[in-house]
């Protein structure tokens, strides 16, 4: 409990309009935090009555950082999971690691990647390997079953052999490697905290979401390299500012490749079936977007160059997505296209296994005003 307390307390150095909050956060239970820092998103209802409500938060923010909208607290910390991937992809894209291995659009949109672990995934993956000059056995990320096949309800092929480049974070992880490849670093532990690629990742993250590397908690994401929790209106910052492109300073050159890269092969930054594909889709090349493990998602709109982050706390990829397209309704980023486009994401009607209407699924909240 202590631990959060200071944790939070870091979070208000920088964002001010948290730190009554944080004044007394070592005395709060940890049901407390949800209370307070949560608000109802999304609910189910059966038959008129409600039967579950979805909490969450919700940061809307400029390029400057300006916060222009928010639900429940928008400077929330939580750990940023694979939202994180464009921003750890700086340190390459810096030292011009692009140009240096004779990576293309495919390959920068793999840096960004949680894909699905088709065929085109992990060709490109052993693409970057190639021009990279390693081999698979480099990677430190594991191995798991392609996640494409429970996103499509299916079983692998029997006898299927899978190896790390089928991992949703292999073109991060090959991206790691090509940069202490051309920095002329250690291979065999650049997950490690300490090691040079990941001191460069964790600065350059900081600078990014207007943070000091001392102030982003660190922890251990599901491929095993570091990850960093920063508040929600921070996060959504760093995402602003990626999809503003050649108007950020210093970033503008490496943003500005990484959300074309994105924007134009969101297949490879997602995969069939995902919301991060359809999302783009949708945008028409304006939305960079990208979801996090355990109810994290960004959406950033190039031509306003604002952003908005969000955070479900039970996780709910449901809730997420429902709530992801709400807050664009709200925002006024929808034409009726688009409307119609992303309409299943809403998941509005619940239907049980004969296909019979039992119950439904609406936003409940209204975003308010910034700062």
Same mark, same amino acid.
């Given at each position: 409990?202590?631990?959060? +307390?200071? &944790?939070?307390?870091?979070?208000?150095?920088?964002?001010?309009?948290?730190?009554?909050?944080?004044?007394?956060?070592?005395?709060?239970?940890?049901?407390?935090?949800?209370?307070?820092?949560?608000?109802?998103?999304?609910?189910?209802?059966?038959?008129?009555?409600?039967?579950?409500?979805?909490?969450?938060?919700?940061?809307?923010?400029?390029?400057?950082?300006?916060?222009?909208?928010?639900?429940?607290?928008?400077?929330?910390?939580?750990?940023?999971? %694979?939202?994180?991937?464009?921003?750890?992809? #700086?340190?390459?894209?810096?030292?011009?690691?692009?140009?240096?291995?004779?990576?293309?659009?495919?390959? &920068?949109?793999?840096?960004?990647?949680?894909?699905?672990?088709?065929?085109?995934?992990?060709?490109?993956?052993?693409?970057?390997? $190639?021009?990279?000059?390693?081999?698979?056995?480099?990677?430190?990320?594991?191995?798991?079953?392609?996640?494409?096949?429970?996103?499509?309800?299916? %079983?692998?092929?029997?006898?299927?052999?899978?190896?790390?480049?089928?991992?949703?974070?292999?073109?991060?992880?090959?991206?790691? #490697?090509?940069?202490?490849?051309?920095? +002329?670093? $250690?291979?065999?532990?650049? =997950?490690?905290?300490?090691?040079?690629?990941?001191?460069? =990742?964790?600065?350059?993250?900081?600078?990014?979401?207007?943070?000091?590397?001392?102030?982003?908690?660190?922890?251990? $994401?599901?491929?095993?390299?570091?990850?960093?929790?920063?508040?929600?209106?921070?996060?959504?910052?760093?995402?602003?500012?990626?999809? %503003?492109?050649?108007?950020?300073?210093?970033?503008?050159?490496?943003?500005?490749?990484?959300?074309?890269?994105?924007?134009?092969?969101?297949?490879?930054? %997602?995969?069939?079936?995902?919301?991060?594909?359809?999302?783009?889709?949708?945008?028409?090349?304006?939305?960079?977007?990208?979801?996090?493990?355990? +109810?994290?998602?960004?959406?950033?709109?190039?031509?306003?160059?604002?952003?908005?982050?969000?955070? &479900?706390?039970?996780?709910?990829?449901?809730?997420?997505?429902?709530?992801?397209?709400?807050? #664009?309704?709200?925002?006024?980023?929808?034409? *009726?296209?688009?409307?119609? *486009?992303?309409?299943?994401?809403?998941?509005? *009607?619940?239907?049980?296994?004969? +296909?019979? #209407?039992?119950? *439904?699924?609406?936003?409940?909240?209204?975003?308010?005003?910034?700062?």
């Amino acid at each position: 409990m202590l631990r959060m +307390g200071r &944790i939070l307390r870091q979070a208000c150095r920088t964002v001010p309009s948290c730190r009554r909050q944080a004044a007394t956060a070592g005395t709060r239970r940890t049901t407390q935090y949800a209370a307070m820092d949560f608000t109802p998103l999304i609910e189910l209802s059966r038959a008129g009555t409600m039967e579950c409500q979805h909490f969450g938060a919700v940061a809307v923010v400029d390029r400057h950082g300006k916060l222009l909208a928010r639900a429940g607290n928008p400077h929330w910390l939580g750990y940023s999971r %694979s939202t994180l991937k464009a921003l750890q992809a #700086l340190p390459f894209m810096l030292a011009g690691g692009p140009a240096r291995f004779g990576f293309g659009p495919q390959q &920068i949109a793999m840096l960004c990647a949680s894909h699905g672990g088709e065929e085109r995934h992990v060709a490109q993956t052993q693409t970057m390997l $190639d021009k990279a000059g390693l081999g698979v056995a480099r990677l430190r990320c594991g191995c798991h079953v392609p996640s494409v096949f429970e996103t499509l309800g299916k %079983s692998p092929p029997e006898g299927a052999v899978f190896d790390e480049r089928h991992n949703n974070c292999s073109g991060k992880h090959a991206g790691f #490697l090509a940069y202490c490849v051309l920095m +002329g670093l $250690d291979l065999d532990d650049y =997950i490690d905290p300490r090691h040079p690629l990941q001191a460069a =990742i964790r600065r350059d993250v900081a600078l990014a979401t207007g943070m000091q590397p001392q102030e982003m908690p660190m922890g251990i $994401d599901g491929c095993s390299a570091p990850n960093y929790a920063l508040p929600l209106s921070r996060l959504a910052l760093g995402y602003a500012r990626l999809a %503003s492109g050649a108007a950020d300073d210093p970033f503008g050159a490496s943003f500005t490749q990484l959300a074309d890269a994105m924007t134009a092969h969101p297949d490879l930054v %997602s995969g069939t079936g995902r919301n991060d594909l359809a999302f783009m889709r949708a945008g028409r090349g304006d939305w960079v977007t990208k979801i996090g493990a355990d +109810g994290v998602q960004v959406v950033g709109s190039r031509s306003r160059g604002e952003a908005f982050a969000i955070k &479900i706390i039970d996780a709910s990829k449901v809730a997420l997505h429902a709530t992801t397209v709400e807050v #664009l309704e709200q925002l006024g980023w929808l034409d *009726e296209a688009q409307r119609q *486009e992303l309409a299943p994401w809403r998941a509005r *009607e619940i239907r049980n296994a004969r +296909g019979l #209407l039992v119950g *439904e699924r609406r936003p409940v909240f209204t975003l308010g005003k910034g700062d």
